[in-house]
């Protein structure tokens, strides 16, 4: 079906430019962004990036590329946006932009109407042979979103929106290429590079492998990053096996703190790290897009593409490690996988609902305001959602309680569980400077930072040989592959209740019951699938329950279960092995190198001596029976 569609969108194409010129330029392509945004968060479901002209309510700078016309003729010009309130009110929506050409203001205001991404008519214009100068111009600073531009002779052309279609379009059009390029071979291919997917490379490099690291942003780190802002949580090097946990001392903020300044994050240090590993090849920028199978099974190559240029390579090794918390590798490769919660009698879990179900955590999108010595104004914003003085936030800033989507699908449904996050945050801060009484305490705060980039806490988890369920934690249920150790509560999110009184079935704030567990060594089968079998996974990803994911998923314990990928990598590639061999013949090789870590010797420096929530200055030990 998708090969015919191709070949028709093609020949469309191909009939309709033997009387009309036509050019297609990727937003996302543009060779000067200016204060536009390159957004990759939901290209699985856009087919490509977007740019968005996230100001935070100041109109941001322009977006300007050049075009190479072949042909002189009137062009009419054609983008595609999208109107990202529509989901809750009918007005006109607040992402504003136009379209210049060659200095010229086309005419059409785009990104205010429709309610899904569509291609809108931005005006016409009559262009010469030659270069011609193309520019975005932001007119509100609300988060207009640009994913494509067209520019045709052809008048009233039929333009796809469905992915299908989209796909065989940018490719008769040449944005994307008709076939992969070699990308090479490798011991190891980890795709992600957050905490866990930075560990398993890492690990695995220092063991000897030649690793490729694919990270679709431009900034390591994952939910650590100067992107999402979230603090390294949970707590490393404890027994069974301390030496784990000593190389994320290498890297790890020394800074604690959710929805802080840029810097506290030290994204340069993720940076260096990295290059200073000789076996690690990091492919930034790129997204997995498709694998290629082999007939038993196994993953034989990952396609990625480049997020800016679209250029695409193949990647081919013997071992794959997902790290891409959305188990998106191991999804596009047929690997079991669940998402949401599990029914109390599936496990005899006490902390699951009675009724399996589809919610899970949700996503934070954070952010703080400044003091600044003059008053500031902030647009009057409302899009959908009302606040009153009962009702709304008192607040100055926004962290992890500031939860979207868990009630959505955080896979197909993630752009507009990001954009709540978006909404609520201006929509609160607009009535807070504009209509609450007594509002002394805002008048001089400025809207400093929102994250665009949402931090997610769950999705997709793949199964391996084994689930963690809450009976073993509870129980300390020896298993002989026991190796990285979780050591957090069962941490598991809800909508807040006080929230939900207000904003019934659209809560943005959330609110959490410890559970408080004796640290717990997790067992190595849940590291692999169970049918991919040259599939690892580090991350929240893993095979474990939704109540048993309320534990691993902080990311001090994700950078453990990295470091364990990597050295069950290290023994697969000296034996020729897969994942599952690793287990059933070499436990007692990847003992001893969780034995001795990979991380460098030394005392862990004072100022990163943190407690709860962080470091441990005292770590408690775990007794496993048998050790």
Known sequence: MMKRIFFEVCFICLASSILANSILIEAESFQQTGGWKVDQQFMDFMGSPYLIAHGMGVPVADASTSVRITKKGKYQIYVRTFNWTSPWTTKEGPGSFRVSVNGNLLPNTLGTKGSAWEWQYAGSIDLGKGEATLVLKDMSGFDG??????LTTQQNPALPNSLEELEGFRRSLGTLPQSPSDGGNYDLVVVGAGIGGMCAAISAARLGMKVALVHD???????????????LGGKIEMEPYPALGRLLREFGHSTMGNAKPAENYEDEKK???????????????YRAVRTQMNADGTIASVVIRQIRTGEELRLSAPLFCDCTGDGNLGFMSGADWRMGREGRDEFGESLAPEQADKMTMGASVQWYTTETVNGTNFPEFEYGLRFTEESC???????WTWETGMNYNQITDFERIRDYGMLVIYSNWSYLKNHLSGNEKYRNRRLDWVAYVAGKRESRRLMGDY?????????????????????????????DPKNTQYFPGNEFK??????????????????????????????????????????????RTIAMMGEVVGMAASIC????????????????????LMEKGVGRNGDLPDNQKFNEGGYLKEMPKVTVPGR
């Open 217 to 231: 942003r431009p900034i390591l780190g994952g939910n650590n990053s100067s992107e999402v802002r979230v603090h």
């Open 573 to 592: 590639k000296a034996h020729q092995v897969q994942p599952r061999q690793v287990y059933q013949h070499y436990l007692p090789e990847l003992k001893g």
């Open 271 to 285: 940076d260096s790290i990295i290059a200073s590993e000789s076996n690690i090849h990091l492919l930034r920028n």
């Open 510 to 555: 959330a609110e959490t019951k410890s559970n408080p567990i004796y640290p717990y060594a997790v067992p190595y089968r849940c590291l692999y699938s169970r049918n991919v079998n040259n599939l690892f996974m580090a991350g929240r990803c893993i095979s474990v329950t939704h109540v048993t994911l309320g534990s691993t998923r902080l990311m």
């Open 467 to 495: 689930i963690l369920k809450q009976d073993d934690v509870d129980k300390h249920v020896f298993h002989e592959d026991a190796s990285f150790t979780m050591n957090w509560h069962f941490d598991l999110h809800f909508p």
């Open 393 to 399: 936030q008192r607040v100055t800033m926004g962290e």
């Open 145 to 150: 979103r640009c994913d494509a531009v067209y």
